[in-house]
């Protein structure tokens, strides 16, 4: 079983930056694949950025490309989402989540592959 709590989100003008934080436990975090996904008011869940358990590969959104940046650090047990230049479109409550995997350079990117998720961070842009 892995736990995870995301914490960073809040209210921001539209331009400007959050940093959400994702704090596993429960498992060794490093066996873990790691993804953010975002849901807004009467729409499904998307994908937001995935990465790989060893940090060496990520994939994002075309929506957020160049605007957000994903990393983990191992040690801390924790995996970031930088959002920069954000939009009022970025609204949304966003989840992190966690699967296993026996491929240390692979991400996933659809919500039915991952097992495990956090409670969601509500980050709200304004206009």
Not at 18 to 44: I, K, N, V
Not at 86 to 104: F, M, V, W
Not at 105 to 121: S, V
Request: hydrophobic share 30%.
């Amino acid at each position: 079983q892995v736990q995870l709590v995301e914490s960073g989100g809040g209210l921001v003008q539209a331009g400007g930056s959050l940093r959400l934080s994702c704090a596993a436990s429960g498992r060794t975090f490093s066996d873990y694949s790691m993804g953010w996904f975002r849901q807004a008011p009467g729409r499904e869940r998307e994908f937001v950025a995935a990465i790989s358990r060893d940090g060496s590969s990520t994939h994002y959104a075309d929506s957020v490309k160049g605007r957000f940046t994903i990393s983990r650090d191992n040690a801390k047990n924790t995996v970031y989402l930088q959002m920069n230049s954000l939009k009022y479109e970025d609204t949304a409550i966003y989840y992190c989540a966690a699967r296993g995997s026996l491929y240390a350079d692979t991400y996933y990117y659809t919500p039915g592959q991952y097992r495990y998720w956090g409670q969601g961070a509500q980050v709200t842009v304004s206009s």
